[in-house]
T-cell receptor, first 111, second 114 residues
Framework: SQKIEQNSEALNIQEGKTATLTCNYT??????LQWYRQDPGRGPVFLLL?????KEKRKERLKVTFDTTLKQSLFHITASQPADSATYLC??????????FGTGTRLQVTL | DAGVIQSPRHEVTEMGQEVTLRCKPI?????LFWYRQTMMRGLELLIY????????DSGMPEDRFSAKMPNASFSTLKIQPSEPRDSAVYFC????????????FGPGTRLTVL
């Protein structure tokens, strides 16, 4: 069966460090993968999209990698700040180009 | 643009009652999506529309759920009759295209069915 797995346990890191979140998938052949941020009580907000032929994409302090052999995407936030604390969702295109979301990983950045 | 607008933001109702959730997508977006989010199942796609036409409703859990998009600027998701297990946050999202295009989410409607 198809699965998208994100670490369900919260990730706690210290301010200034690099946070790395993982998204693994099985039985998908996505053409692209997206990352979203969700704050409590709000809807998800788009961050980055990476296509299957791209190994890496950057946007300011964010970096995403996409390894179609390992079926994995890594999401990095460098020089993390308390304001980066949120839940981060990965999403990939499944059947009929519909986006399917992982359950998200909660990131907590402490001073 | 004000972004995707949803109403109401919170809804508390009793089992058996009809519930109608409303969404106004971003102007110019051709696609509209309805999602449901729960702790157990995460964010699930219920149905999506292209140019006001329902394209895929395979995620709609039961016949109790129905969705309409009478015009490009308005959509409704109706649950009749509602049940306690329908309690969740319902999000509406819109995008220019499907596939490799970011989706813009509304603030959600938190539904509680007692």
């Amino acid at each position: 069966s198809q699965k998208i797995e994100q670490n369900s346990e919260a990730l706690n890191i210290q301010e200034g460090k690099t946070a790395t979140l993982t998204c693994n998938y099985t039985n998908y052949s996505p053409a692209y993968l997206q990352w979203y941020r969700q704050d409590p009580g709000r809807g998800p907000v788009f961050l980055l999209l990476i296509r299957e032929n791209e190994k890496e994409k950057r946007k300011e302090r964010l970096k995403v990698t996409f390894d179609t052999t390992l079926k994995q995407s890594l999401f990095h936030i460098t020089a993390s700040q308390p304001a980066d604390s949120a839940t981060y969702l990965c999403a990939l295109d499944g059947a009929a180009s519909k986006l399917t979301f992982g359950t998200g990983t909660r990131l907590q950045v402490t001073l | 643009d004000a972004g995707v607008i949803q109403s109401p933001r919170h809804e508390v109702t009793e089992m058996g009652q009809e519930v109608t959730l409303r969404c106004k997508p971003i102007s110019g977006h051709d696609y509209l999506f309805w999602y449901r989010q729960t702790m157990m199942r995460g964010l699930e796609l219920l149905i999506y529309f292209n140019n006001n036409v329902p394209i895929d409703d395979s995620g709609m859990p039961e016949d109790r759920f129905s969705a309409k998009m009478p015009n490009a600027s308005f959509s409704t998701l109706k649950i009749q009759p509602s049940e306690p297990r329908d309690s969740a946050v319902y999000f509406c999202a819109s995008s220019f295209v499907t596939g490799a295009s970011e989706q813009f989410f509304g603030p959600g409607t938190r539904l509680t069915v007692l």
